[in-house]
Nanobody, 126 residues
Framework: QVQLVESGGGLVQAGGSLRLSCAAS????????MGWFRQAPGKEREFVAAISWNGGATYYADSVKGRFTISRDNAKNTLYLQMNSLKPEDTAVYYC???????????????????WGQGTQVTVSS
């Protein structure tokens, strides 16, 4: 089991940057690939980025590729999402989650992820 708590959201102008953090409790954080998702009002939750258990591999949604960077520090039990060149369409609640065991690495489906945090709001003004 992993418990996840997101932080770092806020209000930023278009073109600005934010870094989100996801603090994990439990001793098994480094056994899981991890992902970030987001959900805007009235829309379905969508995949943003994911990272392998050791940080050696990552993959991104096309909409954020080149602007966002996912990383992790297993010694600190923390997942990060560095967001640069933010756009108003990035406005959403951002969630971290763990890729469930026996689910394929590379999945972008929210149903393959679990142990969701409570989310952190990111608002980008134009």
């Amino acid at each position: 089991q992993v418990q996840l708590v997101e932080s770092g959201g806020g209000l930023v102008q278009a073109g600005g940057s934010l870094r989100l953090s996801c603090a994990a409790s439990g001793r098994t954080f480094n056994e899981y690939a991890m992902g970030w998702f987001r959900q805007a009002p009235g829309k379905e939750r969508e995949f943003v980025a994911a990272i392998s258990w050791n940080g050696g591999a990552t993959y991104y949604a096309d909409s954020v590729k080149g602007r966002f960077t996912i990383s992790r520090d297993n010694a600190k039990n923390t997942l990060y999402l560095q967001m640069n060149s933010l756009k108003p369409e990035d406005t959403a609640v951002y969630y971290c989650a763990a890729l469930l065991r026996n689910r394929a690495y590379g999945s972008r489906r929210s149903i393959d992820f679990g142990f969701w945090g409570q989310g952190t709001q990111v608002t980008v003004s134009s």
